[in-house]
């Protein structure tokens, strides 16, 4: 168990630019979230994939944003046409299917994303 | 909508005392309640899970409530130390009935030695 990565951990774009994340989850981990956070909030809840359907979407989400979750592997997140307002910390998390109660999340290190 | 308040001021303590922080939430009945620790730079830590049903539960020097007639959630760390000097995050599961899950702005807690 190596934990959640992400990659890149700092991406720094210039508005405009397309960026894609990747996030590798724990293996054998079905659920997989990203979130956003900005200086001072809290999680920004963005998508959840079970395997590899994307159940929900955050309404907040513009259809700049896209993504997914090939084989129910890996996950990535693109920004299209990023804006200064997308500047932020992008967390990926996964959790297993315990068919318990609750859903503990396993966070990874994050994207820093700064839109010049 | 749902939405979650935490103490946005910074709680400052000495060591050795307990800490408490809060937790409130309203349009919501969730069904069980999680509070995670973020360090500053890295992604939220899962610390404990409390069900509607649940009272209280502890966890070593952790001690969560759950009062769902208060709408509230108190998370206590007892003997604290500079080393839980942190941000404490309150989640809950998102009203869709599915996975969705929304977090509190957070509570920055210092422990001074």
């Known amino acids: 168990d190596t934990g959640v990565s992400q990659d890149p951990r700092h991406k720094i774009t210039k508005r405009g630019q397309n960026v894609t994340f990747r996030c590798d989850p724990i293996s054998e981990h079905n659920r997989l979230y990203w979130y956003r956070q900005t200086l001072g909030q809290g999680p920004e809840f963005l998508t959840y994939f079970q395997n590899e359907a994307q159940l929900e979407k955050s309404r907040l989400l513009s259809d700049r944003f896209s993504a997914e979750r090939p084989k129910g592997s890996f996950s990535t997140l693109e920004i299209q046409r990023t804006e200064q307002g997308d500047s932020a910390m992008y967390l990926c998390?996964?959790?297993?299917?315990?068919?318990?109660?609750?859903?503990?999340?396993?966070f990874g290190p994050g994207t820093r994303l700064t839109v010049l | 909508s749902q939405k979650i308040e935490q103490n946005s001021e910074a709680l400052n303590i000495q060591e050795g005392k307990t800490a408490t922080l809060t937790c409130n939430y309203t349009?919501?009945?969730?069904?069980?309640l999680q509070w995670y620790r973020q360090d500053p730079g890295r992604g939220p830590v899962f610390l404990l899970l409390i069900r509607e049903n649940e009272k209280e539960k502890r966890k070593e020097r952790l001690k969560v409530t759950f009062d769902t007639t208060l709408k509230q959630s108190l998370f206590h760390i007892t003997a604290s130390q500079p080393a839980d000097s942190a941000t404490y995050l309150c989640?809950?599961?998102?009203?869709?009935?599915?996975?969705?899950?929304?977090f509190g702005a957070g509570t920055r807690l210092f422990v001074k030695a």
């Open positions: 349009n919501y009945s969730p069904a069980y």
């Open positions: 998390a996964s959790s297993p299917n315990t068919g318990g109660f609750g859903d503990t999340q396993y």
């Open positions: 989640a809950l599961p998102g009203n869709t009935g599915g996975f969705k899950t929304i």
